[in-house]
């Protein structure tokens, strides 16, 4: 019986590890087609990032696909104690509020990524914000995010979609922190898909 499992177990790691060789050796060699949509059209990154894993990613979008980048910041920061700060977020969540951020211009732009980190399992207040603030009609709305453990990726679109009045929302990136490996090329990815 025990030799069974040993078996099992040894053939299950052993699948997973040739699967994961398969798809890394996809990565690497991915090369970036610029989709049709993006295409001479005028690109702004706007992203929140609280300690930078939303920041690294939108910045290789931009170093990808070029355009302008833009940080939301918040008028009244959040305390940096992180279990104060999440007591705050988990109040403004049940509240309904949402911060007051810096007023970004989108105006001039055709497509717009906005990029957010996963709290409590829904999207960031401040780019929620932005999202809400802001005027997408007529504009490609390309969302990105960052999480460290897990969300429902149905429901954090649903929150996107409920957000803003963009008609044109692209399936967004969602990132693993700020990438474990090959970051680029899983951008890559997603981009030639977009
Ligand atoms: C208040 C708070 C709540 C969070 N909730 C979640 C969560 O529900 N699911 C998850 O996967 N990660 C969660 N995280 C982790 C962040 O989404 C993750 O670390 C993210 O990459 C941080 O991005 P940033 O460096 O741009 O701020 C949470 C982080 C904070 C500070």
Same mark, same amino acid.
Do not use: C, H
């Given at each position: 019986?025990?030799?069974?499992?040993?078996?099992?177990?040894?053939?299950?790691?052993?699948?997973?590890?040739?699967?994961?060789?398969?798809?890394?050796?996809?990565?690497?060699?991915?090369?970036?087609?610029?989709?049709?949509?993006?295409?001479?059209?005028?690109?702004?990154?706007?992203?929140?990032?609280?300690?930078?894993?939303?920041?690294?990613?939108?910045?290789?979008?931009?170093?990808?696909?070029?355009?302008?980048?833009?940080?939301?910041?918040?008028?009244?920061?959040?305390?940096?104690?992180?279990?104060?700060?999440?007591?705050?977020?988990?109040? #403004?969540?049940?509240?309904?509020?949402?911060? #007051?951020?810096?007023?970004?211009?989108?105006?001039?732009?055709?497509?717009?990524?906005?990029?957010?980190?996963?709290?409590?399992?829904?999207?960031?207040?401040?780019?929620?914000?932005?999202?809400?603030?802001?005027?997408?009609?007529?504009?490609?709305?390309?969302?990105?995010?960052?999480?460290?453990?897990?969300?429902?990726?149905?429901?954090?679109?649903?929150?996107?979609?409920?957000?803003?009045?963009?008609?044109?929302?692209? #399936?967004?990136?969602?990132?693993?922190?700020?990438?474990?490996?090959?970051?680029?090329? #899983?951008?890559?990815?997603?981009?030639?898909?977009?």
């Amino acid at each position: 019986m025990m030799k069974i499992y040993a078996f099992g177990i040894i053939f299950v790691f052993l699948t997973l590890f040739i699967v994961a060789i398969f798809k890394i050796n996809e990565l690497k060699n991915i090369k970036y087609y610029p989709p049709e949509i993006l295409t001479n059209k005028k690109i702004l990154i706007v992203y929140y990032s609280n300690i930078g894993n939303t920041k690294s990613i939108a910045e290789s979008i931009r170093f990808i696909v070029g355009g302008d980048i833009k940080q939301i910041e918040l008028i009244e920061k959040y305390p940096n104690n992180i279990f104060t700060m999440s007591k705050l977020i988990r109040k #403004q969540m049940k509240e309904g509020v949402l911060p #007051q951020i810096n007023n970004i211009d989108i105006s001039n732009y055709d497509i717009i990524f906005v990029g957010s980190p996963i709290w409590n399992f829904s999207v960031s207040l401040p780019a929620k914000a932005f999202l809400k603030n802001n005027n997408f009609e007529n504009k490609t709305l390309i969302p990105f995010f960052t999480y460290s453990g897990g969300a429902s990726k149905k429901k954090i679109i649903n929150e996107v979609k409920n957000s803003t009045n963009a008609k044109d929302i692209k #399936q967004p990136l969602f990132m693993f922190e700020n990438g474990i490996i090959l970051t680029k090329e #899983q951008i890559i990815k997603w981009l030639n898909n977009i």
